[in-house]
C-alpha cells in the first residue's frame, strides 16, 4: 500500500518561502511521476507543478512559474516543493500525488489529476497580506 505524507506547510506572511516535503512509501518511487495540487477555499482543485520519474524534466502552472520549485530525491523517496515570494492568492491545502502512468504518458497527462493513483492528506498553507 502507497503512503504519501506532505509535511511543511504553515503559516507565513506575503513575499516569504516555505518548503513543502511529501514522503513516500510502500512503492517503487524512483519509477513514477509526482505532482503537487492544491485545493483552496472555494476554489477547484489546481494543478502546481509536476516532476518526472527522473527528476529531469518540471512542469510547473504558469500562476507559480518562476516562484515555485519541485524537486526529488529518489534515494529517499521524498518529492519538495520550494515556495517563495509567496502570495495570498497561493493560500490552498497542498497535496502530493503519485502517478502510475508510464513515464511518456505522464508527460502529456500531468495535469490531469486522474493520472495520479495515490494522494496524500494535504498540507495547509496560509499566506496573509
Known amino acids: 500500500q502507497v503512503q504519501l505524507v506532505e509535511s511543511g506547510g504553515g503559516l507565513v506572511q506575503a513575499g516569504d518561502s516555505l518548503r513543502l516535503s511529501c514522503a513516500a512509501s510502500?512503492?517503487?518511487?524512483?519509477?513514477?511521476?509526482m505532482g503537487w495540487f492544491r485545493h483552496g477555499l472555494g476554489k477547484e482543485r489546481e494543478f502546481v507543478a509536476a516532476?518526472?520519474?527522473?527528476?529531469?524534466?518540471?512542469y510547473y502552472a504558469d500562476s507559480v512559474k518562476g516562484r515555485f520549485t519541485i524537486s526529488r530525491d529518489n534515494a529517499k523517496n521524498t518529492v519538495a516543493l520550494e515556495m517563495s515570494t509567496l502570495k495570498p492568492e497561493d493560500t490552498a491545502e497542498y497535496f502530493c500525488a503519485l502517478s502510475g502512468v508510464a513515464p511518456t504518458y505522464f508527460s502529456t497527462t500531468y495535469l490531469d489529476p486522474n493520472t495520479y493513483d495515490y494522494w496524500g492528506q494535504g498540507t495547509q498553507v496560509t499566506v496573509s497580506s
Open positions: 510502500g512503492h517503487t518511487f524512483g519509477s513514477y511521476g
Open positions: 516532476i518526472s520519474w527522473s527528476g529531469r524534466v518540471t
